[in-house]
């Protein structure tokens, strides 16, 4: 079964340290994996996209990266801000369907 | 650019009546469009995938004569809850797939339905 799980489920930090989340996934075939922020009430925004071959990928603060021979990923954010604070979704997509397979979420909470 | 917009961004409803929630994609044509609902402190979950000039696709376990999906035109989609009840209570979000791309979804900014 196709399935993408986070740790953790949540997590508290104090501003401007870092942090970092992380992804397991068990779909097949793989096609590419992204991580997405989600404000409260709003819906999510990509942050990266990374496909088989690539392991790291950079977007200002967050910097994921890929190990595709034991279908893991992690997500750092450098010196937060309070404006980090959000649930991030780590998605899978598969090749042939295309489809998203969702993680359930790490909400961060940037605390002053 | 690749900006999706949903309207309503948040409604309350009767019991039993239905609610339409629009999907757009403002600068780019999408034939293909996805319609996700989410409960509180949950993922989204995919309900259907809705192409343009033809029937939607539903997920297993989505009813489709409740979550009526409408897909008129290149830039709209429609999900329309009949009979509304308080478990349909929830966070609707959209996607639209960017055209000449394998599985880009830009995603819309939520719709949050509460039936009283």
């Known amino acids: 079964k196709n399935q993408v799980e986070q740790s953790p489920q949540s997590l508290i930090i104090l501003e401007g340290k870092n942090c970092t989340l992380q992804?397991?996934?068990?779909?097949?075939?793989?096609?590419?994996l992204r991580w997405y922020k989600q404000d409260t009430g709003r819906g999510p925004v990509s942050l990266t996209i990374?496909?088989?071959?690539?392991n790291t990928k950079s977007n200002g603060r967050y910097t994921a990266t890929l190990d595709a021979d034991t279908k893991q990923s992690s997500l750092h954010i450098t010196a937060s801000q309070l404006s980090d604070s959000a649930s991030y979704i780590c998605v899978v997509s598969t090749s042939g369907t295309y489809k998203y397979i969702f993680g359930t979420g790490t909400r961060l909470k940037v605390l002053a | 650019g690749a900006v999706v917009s949903q309207h309503p961004s948040w409604v309350i409803c009767k019991s039993g009546t239905s609610v339409k929630i629009e999907c757009r994609s403002l600068d780019f044509q999408a034939t293909t469009m996805f319609w996700y609902r989410q409960f509180p402190k949950q993922s989204l979950m995919l309900m259907a995938t809705?192409?343009?000039?033809?029937?939607?696709?539903?997920e297993q376990g989505v009813e489709k004569d409740k979550f009526l999906i409408n897909h008129a035109s290149l830039t709209l989609s429609t999900l329309t809850v009949t009979s509304a009840h308080p478990e349909d209570s929830s966070f609707y979000i959209c996607?639209?797939?960017?055209?000449?791309?394998?599985?880009?979804?830009?995603f819309g900014p939520g719709t949050r339905l509460t039936v009283l």
């Open positions: 990374m496909t088989f071959s690539e």
């Open positions: 996607s639209a797939k960017l055209p000449r791309t394998i599985d880009e979804q830009f």
């Open positions: 992804c397991n996934y068990t779909v097949s075939p793989f096609s590419n």
């Open positions: 809705s192409n343009e000039g033809s029937k939607a696709t539903y």
